[in-house]
């Protein structure tokens, strides 16, 4: 299904149900992960003694899916619509905050990692997205659930998810037989990733 030139109609019907299939996908799959958490770090034989502080780790990354979610779409309807330097400005104070934010935790409460960062930001977008664009204020019937849109965004969305799945699964694949080394060795391709993915973002970029 094709939208026709300014047929901002359809365009408000795509995002709104791009929007609720992000809304069941990302706590779906906030769930189902919360509960195999630790199958998942049994099957990349993570050590023993490292156990417990990964499944936290791992079990915050996973409740905080919806914001990553939502601050991915978000971000990207405003690039869409011509403006992606804002995405850019929200990303940047998430990861101020997110910094401070883990400092503060980790050092004054002890707790460990937090996500909220990112649902702050996801907030952020979806609030100037609505204030800034008024083409996106629809009428109910437009933010009505669309089974046939749904299923156009799913054919195009798949694909690349599971594109990008592959890469995942190699990296999981990678992991899992580095945990079997040991702790240091966890901890030096732990910092060694850190850093690659520091040097590889402008070129990304």
Known sequence: MCIRDRDYSTMRRY?????????????????????????????????????????????????????????????????????????FWFLLFSTILNILLDLFCILVLDWGVTVFSQGVSAVLCYGYMMRRFDILRGTPDERKFNGALARTLMYIGVPMGLQFSITAIGSIMLQSANNALGTACVAAFTAAMRIKMFFMCPLES
């Open 15 to 87: 995002i709104s149900v791009s929007l609720q299939l992000a809304a069941v996908m990302s706590v779906v799959i906030a769930v189902v992960t919360s509960i195999l958490c630790g199958d998942i770090l049994l099957m990349m034989r993570t050590p023993d003694i490292i156990f417990q502080d990964a499944y936290y780790y791992l079990l915050i990354t996973f409740i905080g899916v919806p914001c990553t979610f939502f601050y991915n779409l978000l971000s990207s309807i405003i690039r869409a619509l011509g403006d992606s330097k804002t995405p």
